[in-house]
């Protein structure tokens, strides 16, 4: 496992909105298509197995561009509501124009930190997809976001299983970090916790009953990620977003020198991942469900 010491005190998620509402932000709106065409099935098969109900009013925590803000506006129909709530203003600002512009009229958004912020309600759902595993204090986060539920109302969040189970981006992270390690001190802010802080049913499902949910369900659901329409724009996106792109921006200048090698290295290992129509990696989920008691 690979530790980084962070030069910056410690300011709750104060890093995390850093990085969200700018550069996290800018490498989103680069691989925005693919990001989202790849979480979609994710979103789709979560809202399929636990309906939401027409006229509920629903949270979607962490939004981000707020695409699942508007499905969810969309199945809750004309007399229910969604509430879009973000970290980042800039992810906010893009949701809210996006939505006025889609026509969408029951869908609203927020700037809120989960974790410190009132984020509103009574809501009769909570959802999220890949929006939670950012909090540097999970049970803290759990705990306002199940103030703004009514009891018996559902959270539905879909998290990332573990790495290893997220074999080829983990590879992809390997390649690299055995040509670029991670400098011992970065000033480059950190996205929080990271994209499998939730990936652990164990460790989740005490972090729900720790902060008033009960009746916790975890069920895998496997996708296939396309990265990029052929193997040069594969190995782009990958050393520039995820694991192993994280990885080379905090490296900075020796990532940057050694880029040609880690270009290599990437591409030998998506190359058994390329198809006549892209290249897709395996991944895989969890839907995790709990009712607040
Ligand atoms: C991986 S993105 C997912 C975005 C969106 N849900 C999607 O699936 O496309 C994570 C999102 O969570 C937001 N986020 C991170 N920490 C947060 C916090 N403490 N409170 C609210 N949002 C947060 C980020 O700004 C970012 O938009």
Same mark, same amino acid.
């Given at each position: 496992?690979?530790?980084?010491t962070?030069?910056?005190t410690?300011?709750?998620?104060?890093?995390?909105? $850093?990085?969200?509402?700018?550069?996290?932000f800018d490498?989103?709106?680069?691989?925005?298509?693919a990001?989202? +065409?790849?979480?979609?099935?994710? +979103?789709?098969?979560?809202?399929?197995?636990?309906?939401?109900?027409?006229?509920?009013?629903?949270?979607?925590?962490?939004?981000?561009?707020?695409d699942?803000?508007?499905?969810?506006?969309?199945?809750?129909?004309?007399?229910?509501?969604?509430?879009?709530v973000?970290?980042?203003?800039?992810?906010? $600002?893009?949701?809210?124009?996006?939505?006025?512009?889609a !026509?969408? @009229?029951?869908?609203?958004? &927020?700037? *809120?930190?989960?974790?410190?912020?009132?984020?509103?309600g009574p809501?009769?759902?909570?959802?999220?997809?890949?929006?939670?595993?950012?909090?540097? +204090?999970?049970? %803290? &986060?759990? @705990?306002?976001?199940?103030?703004?539920?009514?009891?018996g109302?559902?959270?539905?969040?879909?998290?990332?299983?573990?790495?290893? $189970?997220?074999a080829?981006?983990?590879?992809?992270?390997?390649?690299v970090? &055995?040509?670029?390690?991670?400098?011992?001190?970065t000033?480059?802010?950190?996205? !929080? /916790?990271?994209?499998? +802080?939730?990936? #652990? /049913?164990?460790v989740?499902?005490e972090?729900?009953?720790?902060?008033g949910f009960? @009746?916790?369900?975890? =069920?895998?659901?496997?996708?296939q990620?396309?990265?990029?329409?052929?193997?040069? #724009? &594969?190995?782009?996106?990958?050393?520039?977003?995820g /694991?192993?792109? =994280?990885?080379m921006?905090?490296?900075?200048?020796? *990532?940057?020198? @050694? =880029?040609?090698?880690?270009?290599? *290295?990437?591409?030998?290992?998506?190359?058994?991942?390329?198809?006549?129509?892209? %290249?897709?990696?395996? *991944?895989?989920?969890?839907?995790?469900t709990?009712?607040?008691?």
């Amino acid at each position: 496992m690979t530790t980084i010491t962070q030069v910056r005190t410690f300011d709750g998620n104060g890093e995390a909105r $850093e990085a969200w509402n700018g550069v996290l932000f800018d490498k989103f709106v680069r691989y925005r298509d693919a990001l989202v +065409s790849g979480f979609g099935p994710c +979103s789709t098969a979560a809202l399929e197995r636990h309906p939401l109900r027409p006229g509920a009013r629903v949270l979607d925590i962490g939004c981000g561009f707020g695409d699942t803000t508007q499905q969810i506006a969309r199945l809750v129909g004309d007399t229910g509501e969604a509430v879009g709530v973000d970290l980042a203003p800039r992810f906010v $600002e893009t949701a809210q124009r996006e939505a006025a512009a889609a !026509g969408v @009229r029951n869908a609203r958004f &927020a700037v *809120a930190d989960v974790q410190s912020d009132p984020v509103g309600g009574p809501y009769d759902h909570a959802f999220s997809r890949f929006g939670t595993m950012f909090f540097a +204090s999970p049970v %803290v &986060a759990l @705990r306002n976001l199940r103030r703004s539920l009514r009891v018996g109302s559902t959270l539905c969040m879909v998290v990332w299983r573990k790495k290893e $189970e997220n074999a080829a981006l983990f590879d992809v992270e390997r390649a690299v970090l &055995a040509i670029v390690p991670l400098p011992a001190t970065t000033e480059e802010p950190t996205c !929080g /916790p990271g994209p499998f +802080s939730m990936a #652990s /049913p164990d460790v989740v499902s005490e972090q729900l009953l720790a902060a008033g949910f009960a @009746r916790a369900t975890f =069920e895998r659901f496997d996708i296939q990620m396309r990265v990029g329409a052929d193997l040069a #724009s &594969a190995v782009e996106m990958m050393m520039d977003i995820g /694991p192993a792109g =994280e990885v080379m921006r905090l490296a900075g200048v020796e *990532a940057r020198r @050694r =880029e040609p090698e880690v270009f290599a *290295a990437v591409q030998d290992v998506l190359r058994p991942h390329q198809r006549a129509d892209g %290249v897709s990696l395996p *991944a895989s989920t969890w839907i995790v469900t709990a009712t607040a008691s």
